[in-house]
Every structure is written in C-alpha cells, then in structure tokens.
C-alpha cells in the first residue's frame, strides 16, 4: 500500500501553484480590484460572485458557498479524490509526487515506474486497436461491430479493439524483453502457467478498454466472438493501478461530452453505454463486472446532481437496484437525486435504444421512479400492513436506513410516508431515530466572539501570527477555541510567506476543517491600517481570558486543597500582571 504523501510536498505544491492562473485556465478570470473574479463554475448565475484572492491563494463564491485551495479546485472541478487532484497539479508542474515509507512496506514505485504502466496499458488498446482493422479476423470483427448498430465514430471514441486469436499476439508484439514480459504478467494482459512462458490474457474478443477519471486506461473488457470460446465478457483482474469497484466504464468519455454532467445513467454493460452514445445519450455508465459500490456512488454524486440506474425489472435487476440504493443512501444531500428505471423483460439498454431511438428512451428516464419507491416496496414485500407485527417489521427495517441518510428533507419525507402506512405521526417517527438530523448544508450566519474574530483574522492574514507571543502553554486552559488559535499560529511560524491556502491544507480531514474555512471567507470590515492593531487587541483579550481562568482555578483549589509554594508563587504572579492589566 502506497505511502502518505509528506505534508512539505503539499505546501510545496501549493507555493509553487497560483490559484489565479490555475483557475483562469478552467474559467477565465475578469479583474475585480486586487481580486479576480468569474460566475461560479459550481452552479448556474448570470453575474459573477466567484471571487479567486491571489493574496490568500484561496477561492470563494458568495452565491453557493464554495471555497477552497488550488487543491480543493481541482477536486471540485475534475471530479477527483484528494491523491488524484495532488497528482493533477503535480503533472502540471512535472513534478513526482513522493510517499513516505512506512516500516515493513513494500518501496513505492517511482513516477517513472508509474508512467510505464500507463504506457503499456495505452500501447495495449492501441494494439488491439490495430488489429480491428489489420488482423485476418477483422472483416468478420468489423462485420459484427457494425450489426450491432455501433459507427467508426463511436469505435475511435471508445478506443474499440479486438484482441487477435493467436496464443501470443500480444506478448511477441510489447514482451520484448524479461523486465516487459513481466509487466504484461503483473498488469494481467499476460499469464505465465509455466515460467519463462507468457500467452496473452485476451483472445479472440472485441475490446473495451477502461480509462479512469484522468483519462489513463487502466484495464480491458473483452466480449468473446466465439459462443463457445469461455465466458460472454472477461474483464482485467485487479492490479497495481486498477480497483474495479472504483472506476466506472464511460465517466471519462461522459466528462470528456459534456462541460457539466446533468445527470448520470448507470447501465450494467460496457455494450450498453456504446450503443446509448451512439444514439447521441453520452451519459451513461457501467460498473465492471460487479454491483455498483458505495465508492462507486461516492464518484458520481461528486460528479452530478442526479443518478438514474437502469436495470432488468426481474428479480436479479430488482436485487441489483437494491444494492445500488443501499450505498447510495449516504450520499444523498440535499439537493442530489437518485431515481430507478426498470426495463420490460428481454429488452435492455442496448437492443431498446435501437429499437425505439433516443427520444422514447429518454422519456423512460424522465418518467423513472423516485428512490423511496423503490426503498418501499422493497420494504413492504411479503409484509401483512394490517397487522401490527407487520407494521412493527416495516418500522424496525426502514429506520436503519433512513438514519444514513444526510438530508433533512429527504428524512422528514420518508418518515412521512412511512407513518402513514404504519399510522403514526413524523414527529413521533422522528424521534425514534438514532442519529440527529443534518443541519441544511447552505451557509449560516454565525456569531463573531474575540476566539473567532482572532482565528479569523489569522487564517487570512498568517503573517499576523508574528505580531504576537506564541504561548503554547495557554492551550492547557478550557477555553473554547484556544487550541485551535495556538495551533494555527505555530503553523504559520513554521514558514515564511506561508498563505491562507497553505494553512488550510495542514488542517483538511479534521473537525477544524470547515469552521477554518468559513472564517476564511468571513468580510471582517476591518480597515487593512487597523487590523494588525485589532489583531493583537484581541488576543491580548483571549491571553487575560486564559490568565483569569487559571488564577480561579488556582483560588479554587486554594480553598480546597491549599496551595504548593510554586502555586503561590504563580498565584501571586497572575494577579500582579491582571492588575497591570486592568489599571
């Protein structure tokens, strides 16, 4: 397993990145005095509220709330994960990214390493796609691509290949050496039964090769020609850069049609999302070879608003949509939609787009079912609701679920209409789930107290941090907020020039994420002139705060248990400098 990427890396990345040019390169930035501005590329507006600071390296839209790092950019702009959006920027800058090496694990493999496999599997679909067109198959190959509806255009798209009959083709053409033959071995485009001996993985099948969200392939899908010849599709075991419950077949091509994805139609076969987009609905995904995963879900709804899955409407398509809901339920904000199509028997994706085209296809996925009634009737089956062990097991089957959900809405919904079928009140249902209901994601109001006023001030101005002592024994004190102030100042000691982006980086994936980042958009209103003065008014405010709670806790225990000279001695030393203070 690959190491943590070192925290010096990422601040590095970050110095070495501007926002502004990053940003302008997606969007196109407009001047806004010693901002930049654009309409927000995160939701629909007419005038722009999207604010990029080249100051702050930081980016923030008054009209959704979005904000963030160059970082936080790339993975709400491209739809990644955190490693993926640090490796994005990195290959922008042409830079490795390196991992630290925890004990016992394996050496990680060098970006050269990396980039080598990425190469072979792309000379691999080039390959195949050769012998689509030159093999002594590929009349009949070209023959059946063509009987099932699907153009050039498409084929080339989809990088559509055919992996030649021959025992070997593969490996004499890219296993030229041993260090080769044993990549094509560790990539499972090869097998080795005995050693020293590699016959290709694929054969004699038409080939779809997989690409993840930057556009790599990663792996295959193959479709046998020959009825008798092994199973109907194969696909790439798991590798080294492949995860099948990760990568979904068609995302990058969908992303790569459409400037913003609407919505996302998750079909079950790499056929299926072929033959919609040649029929002009480039929307369509499928998972590989497996049910769709809860990360499977996590990718699109980072990806889109709303996900339709469309199944069989028999009892294996019925089970599938079941398992889809279930991992899609925590994933299911305010705002996202998930919705079902089930299929007449016999027919799927594939053959139906063709027999009734695009417009009647479509108006079966604007007509799909909304996901409580699929969660219902899989719910009430083979229930009696007149009675009340009926209604007892519906209960006790549906709170579970309703308790993963994050929105408010979609919760009260549910416990709507599952208290009329049970007969009892949402707020009687409401008060039988587990987990309290998420406040509304949209951006509140809060109060601004001297803790968050200096806190705020701080993660927008860091070299503020050097106008003021650094007192890390003030985090010993119960104050709220204390050891959050403390602990962001170090931070911004640590380096010279260090920027709001910076500092928020060190703090992603923790509690103090997301109140940090909020008062990093906060308007303060305070006067550039003053702000160094107001700053160091107001931690000399929290510093006497501290010093005050801890001569009460002093006195306290004096009462109670006496005091040790040292105690004394900083009982007296506290009340000398508060007087000083006060006077």
Not at 10 to 30: C, M, P, Q
Not at 47 to 75: E, L, R
Not at 375 to 390: A, C, R, V, W, Y
Not at 437 to 442: L, V
Request: include cysteine; charged fraction near 25%; glycine fraction near 6%.
């Amino acid at each position: 397993m690959a190491g943590k990427i070192p925290r010096n890396f990422i601040d590095d990345l970050l110095a070495r990145t501007d926002i502004v040019d990053l940003i302008d390169s997606k969007v196109g930035l407009k001047k806004a005095g010693k901002d930049y501005q654009a309409c927000c590329p995160f939701h629909n507006e007419k005038s722009p509220s999207f604010t990029v600071s080249q100051d702050k390296q930081f980016y923030h839209c008054f009209g959704c709330g979005v904000n963030g790092n160059a970082i936080s950019f790339v993975m709400e702009y491209e739809k990644l994960e955190f490693v993926d959006a640090i490796e994005e920027l990195a290959s922008l800058l042409n830079l490795e990214v390196p991992r630290e090496q925890g004990s016992g694990s394996a050496p990680e493999r060098t970006a050269a390493q990396k980039r080598s496999d990425y190469d072979l599997m792309l000379h691999t679909a080039r390959f195949y796609q050769h012998q689509l067109k030159h093999h002594s198959n590929s009349a009949a190959v070209i023959e059946y691509v063509k009987g099932r509806g699907l153009s050039g255009e498409i084929v080339k798209k989809f990088m559509i290949g055919y992996a030649p009959s021959e025992w070997d083709g593969l490996c004499l053409q890219l296993g030229r050496n041993k260090e080769q033959k044993e990549q094509l071995v560790e990539l499972k485009l090869a097998s080795e039964k005995t050693p020293g001996r590699q016959f290709d993985f694929f054969r004699d099948r038409l080939m779809f090769p997989i690409r993840d969200k930057r556009g790599r392939v990663v792996a295959f899908g193959g479709r046998v020609m020959q009825a008798d010849q092994g199973p109907k599709y194969l696909n790439s075991p798991e590798t080294r850069i492949f995860h099948k419950g990760f990568e979904l077949y068609g995302l990058y091509e969908a992303k790569q049609a459409h400037k913003k994805l609407d919505h996302v139609l998750i079909v079950e076969g790499y056929m299926d999302v072929v033959a919609l987009a040649e029929q002009g609905i480039e929307y369509a995904v499928a998972a590989l070879g497996t049910a769709t995963t809860s990360e499977h879900m996590h990718t699109l709804f980072r990806t889109t608003d709303k996900v339709i899955c469309c199944y069989d409407g028999d009892r294996a398509g019925r089970d599938a949509a079941w398992r889809a809901l279930e991992n899609a339920l925590p994933y299911l904000n305010d705002g996202k939609a998930l919705n079902f199509v089930f299929l007449p028997d016999g027919e799927d994706p594939d053959s139906l787009v063709q027999a009734e085209g695009k417009d009647k296809f479509e108006q079966r996925l604007n007509a799909a079912d909304d996901f409580t009634k699929v969660l219902f009737n899989k719910l009430s089956l083979e229930i009696d609701l007149t009675l009340d062990s009926g209604k007892a097991k519906l209960l006790s089957a549906a709170l579970p679920l309703i308790e993963k959900i994050p929105s408010e809405f979609y919760q009260e919904n549910i416990l709507e209409q599952l208290g009329r079928l049970i007969g009892r009140t949402r707020e009687q249902l409401n008060n039988r789930l587990k987990t309290p209901k998420q406040q509304h994601s949209i951006e509140r109001k809060f109060k601004i107290t001297p803790m968050r006023q200096a806190i705020g001030i701080l993660i927008q101005h860091p070299q503020m941090a050097k106008s003021v002592p650094y007192l890390p024994d003030l985090a010993q004190m119960n104050i709220a907020g204390i050891g959050l102030l403390l602990r962001l100042q170090h931070q911004a000691l640590q380096k010279e020039d260090v920027t709001t982006a910076q500092l928020l980086e060190f703090f992603r994936g923790t509690d103090d994420y997301d109140p940090l980042t909020k008062l990093a958009t906060w308007q303060h209103q305070i006067n550039e002139e003053r702000l160094e003065t107001v700053f160091q008014n107001t931690f000399k405010f929290i510093e006497d705060q501290c010093l005050n709670y801890r001569l009460e806790t002093l006195l306290i225990k004096d009462k109670t248990q006496g005091l040790n000279s040292d105690e004394r001695l900083e009982c007296h030393l506290l009340m000398t400098a508060l007087k000083a203070t006060n006077s």
